[in-house]
């Protein structure tokens, strides 16, 4: 059956006092015609704080293309991602897809990088690499400091576009299919994320569209607006966090959709069918979003969450979990695996129970 989650009474018993809280009523989302995929996020109705609006694209740095679609190649997008900056696209009127024959790399020593694809563009990684790559201890993508695992630079936004195909199977670290950002910032708006893959098994591993490290001074991830599978057919798959998965990173999902997303791996992995956080001090956050028919093997059907020193916490805020399949250990609550006394404050939100 469904419970309404209205007030901390509503659950307590059954999961232990829970915080209540008010809604906020704004939603923003532009992206897009949807008969290549379901659109960008869910109306869920929480507001957008300015840290997770989309970066101003106004006065590009770099313009992909010329106008038509032809024009759009992987070597522009490499090439512009390489060099930073806000980056936009002028590939026609119609949505165009652009076979990704290498991976964006993203250098620490040039601009932040806004990759805007004007909610027409599709980036693939055909199936066979990831598509963006940022890691500022990656010494190939050169140092900046001597503390690079905790640095203010450089910053990745990517928004209103869209992320398929990525495969990280076969990469030097085989996680986020899609996306790979360790250090500095890294922000997720008005998106789409289909059919990304990362390594089938393995511990810790996990993100099939995105992977992420080492966010500087603790500041959360955004994601909003933006949907991770959405469809039977279209969900993203790893070993563990079927469609977004971190270590020591807290995140911030707004009005955000996870669907069919799948964490396949065996034993104690196939964690978090839709989300996988593990580490030491974080929260997620999630407002207004949706999490439904996602699977694992293991634990946390929609969310597996474990803070090594059981000094995470979990907020969410009108939205639904529900109908998502499989898993044990459900100390926190249905569809939510980790340690039962993880702060958890839940309110105006429903969450399905057995």
């Not at 936009?88 to 024959?101: A, L, N, S, Y």
């Not at 400091?145 to 195909?165: A, K, M, R």
């Not at 956080?277 to 407002?287: A, E, K, P, Q």
């Amino acid at each position: 059956m469904r419970r309404e989650v209205r007030c901390a009474v509503a659950l307590v018993g059954a999961l232990g006092a829970l915080g209540c809280g008010s809604g906020s009523v704004e939603v923003d989302n532009p992206l897009t015609d949807p008969e290549d995929g379901p659109p960008a996020g869910y109306d869920g109705g929480a507001s957008i704080p300015a840290e997770g609006a989309p970066e101003d694209s106004s006065e590009p740095d770099h313009v992909v293309g010329d106008g038509t679609a032809e024009s759009c190649t992987s070597d522009e997008v490499v090439d512009a991602v390489a060099h930073g900056g806000v980056i936009t696209f002028d590939c026609g009127d119609e949505p165009v897809t652009i076979m990704m024959e290498e991976t964006a790399k993203v250098f620490n020593d040039q601009p932040d990088v806004v990759l805007d694809g004007g909610g027409l563009i599709t980036l693939s990684g055909m199936g066979a690499r990831r598509i963006l790559y940022m890691n500022t201890c990656d010494e190939d993508q050169v140092f900046t400091t001597s503390h690079c695992n905790n640095q203010d630079h450089p910053e990745l936004s990517v928004q209103n576009i869209t992320l398929v195909d990525g495969n990280a199977k076969h990469e030097e670290e085989p996680e986020g299919g899609a996306v790979y950002a360790s250090g500095g910032r890294f922000k997720v708006v008005n998106s789409r994320f289909f059919n990304n893959v990362c390594v089938d098994d393995g511990s810790d591993v996990g993100g099939g569209a995105l992977r992420v490290f080492q966010q500087y001074n603790g500041q959360p991830v955004y994601v909003v607006n933006s949907t991770f599978g959405g469809a039977e057919g279209l969900g993203n798959v790893c070993a563990n966090g079927g469609a977004i998965s971190s270590i020591g990173v807290s995140w911030t999902i707004i009005n955000s959709h996870f669907s069919h997303n799948r964490a396949i791996g065996t034993g104690s992995n196939g964690a978090g069918g839709a989300i996988y956080n593990d580490g030491n001090t974080m929260t997620l956050s999630i407002h207004g979003s949706l999490i439904e028919y996602n699977e694992v093997q293991s634990f946390g059907s929609a969310i597996f969450f474990v803070t090594n020193d059981h000094s995470g916490n979990i907020v969410i805020t009108d939205s639904t979990i529900t109908n998502n399949i499989g898993g044990s250990w459900y100390d926190i609550a249905p569809q939510i695996s980790g340690h039962a006394d993880t702060a958890f404050s839940v309110s105006n939100s429903t969450i399905e129970f057995e």
